[in-house]
């Protein structure tokens, strides 16, 4: 069965201190992984995806096949960067765009 | 600018009461998808659409059904809602199945 697993509910960081948001996925085949984000009263956006292999906004993630693991990192948070972080999975041979999310964590960084 | 639109915001209905949930696009992107979301649960996909093509999650209730007259416009509708199907109710849309998907902001529906 495909499945997301995000273990942290939420996670609070000082600002300027690293961030690492766990996620791990449970899929046999080959996984696309994402990972969205929604800021207060704003509407679900994607940050990133495994095979972009770029860093938005100073985010970065890598897939890591071995650990089945696509856990989201930044090296010095800011404030600005408080919301609520979705991973999510897509079949890599789906024909349908079907996503499975993660429940979330929410990343609150205090000043 | 918005790009995926969804009205209303909030719902409110009675138990057993038919209601329509309304996404919209301006992107004239072929797929459509509706996902549920519960308080503290991840997104699930209900159904989606590409261009007329209805596609079902296997595990969708059959109370819940969705329409697409054309391609700006699909709706969710839920004939006999129960207090089990209040939730976030989120459209998303993209271009090709393997685009980025665009949500609109949800609407959220109470069932009393």
Same mark, same amino acid.
């Given at each position: 069965a495909q499945r997301v697993t995000q273990p942290e509910k939420l996670l609070s960081v000082f600002k300027g201190a690293p961030v690492e948001l766990k996620c791990n996925y449970s899929y046999s085949g080959s996984p696309e992984l994402f990972w969205y984000v929604q800021y207060s009263r704003q509407r679900l956006q994607l940050l990133?995806?495994?095979?972009?292999?770029e860093s938005i906004k100073g985010f970065t993630a890598d897939l890591n096949k071995g650990e089945t693991s696509f856990h989201l990192k930044k090296p010095f948070a800011q404030e600005e960067d408080s919301a609520m972080y979705y991973c999510a999975l897509r079949? $890599?041979?789906?024909?349908? $765009?079907k996503l499975i999310f993660g429940q979330g964590t929410t990343l609150q960084v205090k000043p | 600018d918005a790009m995926v639109i969804q009205n209303p915001r909030y719902q409110v209905t009675q138990f057993g009461k038919p209601v329509t949930l309304s996404c919209s696009q301006?992107?004239?992107?072929n797929v459509m998808y509706w996902y549920q979301q519960k308080s503290s649960q991840a997104p699930k996909l209900l159904f989606h659409y590409y261009d007329k093509d209805f596609n079902n999650e296997a595990?969708?209730?059959?109370n819940f059904q969705s329409r697409r007259p054309n391609t700006s416009f699909c709706f969710l509708d839920i004939r006999s809602p129960g207090l089990g199907d209040a939730a976030m109710y989120l459209c998303a849309t993209s271009r090709e199945w393997n685009n980025e998907q665009f949500f609109g902001p949800g609407t959220r529906l109470t069932v009393l």
């Open positions: 990133l995806r495994h095979i972009s292999r079949a $890599g041979e789906s024909n349908t $765009g | 301006t992107l004239n992107h595990d969708t209730p059959d």
